[in-house]
């Protein structure tokens, strides 16, 4: 167990319809990460937010937004579903927020499924 | 850009066999890199890790050494479990990103029979 919980476990939902995700990071780290894995792309790094600001993009559809808020937990929300954002969706932590090669622990990860 | 590059899977060993998984990598500067083993239906595992030149990362038996000259970070096991078959994933992270990101390579299978 990572210490980095995510919910829901599971989603399934409909295209054009709009989901939220949720990520409570380990107890101490500032920084929270938010990856997709999908088949066809691999792992990708969609975003990091530190201590409740955006610190770094990555490949992070216009469709999709996230926030960290003061008590450190973060949220990825993802609006205008596509069949093509089905994916499992990973929330990763680390204590600091990307001046040295902090160690990102990963959560379990959120299985969504757009129909 | 920083890229990682694996050997294509899935690898199919018998218990007890010697394992190598081969990783490269591409990127200005002195990343670092780190190895993630991933379970059926579960997150990613940081396994190990090495943070510079030459250094060796060790866990549950195994082993990446950061060979600059080649910019390689093979993952060996010298002797591989059925509990050890799992997606194993090679990844960096750099000073080009400000270290706020991972790079992983694609994954490789492992599938490890009695």
């Known amino acids: 167990d990572s210490g980095v919980t995510q919910t829901p476990k599971h989603l399934i939902t409909a295209t054009g319809q709009r989901v939220t995700l949720r990520c409570s990071p380990r107890s101490g780290d500032l920084s929270v990460y938010w990856y997709q894995q999908s088949l066809d792309q691999g792992l990708q790094f969609l975003i990091q937010y530190y201590n409740g600001e955006e610190r770094a993009k990555g490949n992070i559809l216009e469709r999709f937004s996230a926030q960290q808020f003061p008590d450190l937990h973060s949220e990825l929300n993802l609006s205008s579903l596509e069949l093509g954002d089905s994916a499992l969706y990973f929330c990763a932590s680390s204590v600091g927020g990307g001046t040295a090669p902090y160690e990102q622990y990963f959560g379990p990860g959120t299985r969504l499924t757009v129909t | 850009g920083d890229s990682v590059t694996q050997m294509e899977g899935p690898v199919t060993l018998s218990e007890e066999a010697f394992l190598t998984i081969n990783c490269t990598y591409t990127a200005t500067g002195y990343p670092s890199l780190f190895w993630y083993v991933q379970y059926p239906g579960e997150g990613l595992q940081l396994l190990l890790k090495?943070?510079?030149?030459?250094d060796k990362g060790s866990n549950k038996g195994f082993e990446a050494t950061y060979r600059k000259e080649t910019t390689s970070f093979h993952l060996e096991k010298g002797s591989v479990q059925v509990s050890d078959s799992a997606v194993y994933f090679c990844a960096l992270s750099s000073m080009n990103t400000g270290f706020q990101k991972l790079v992983f390579g694609t994954g490789t299978r492992l599938l490890v029979s009695p």
């Open positions: 090495a943070t510079k030149a030459d």
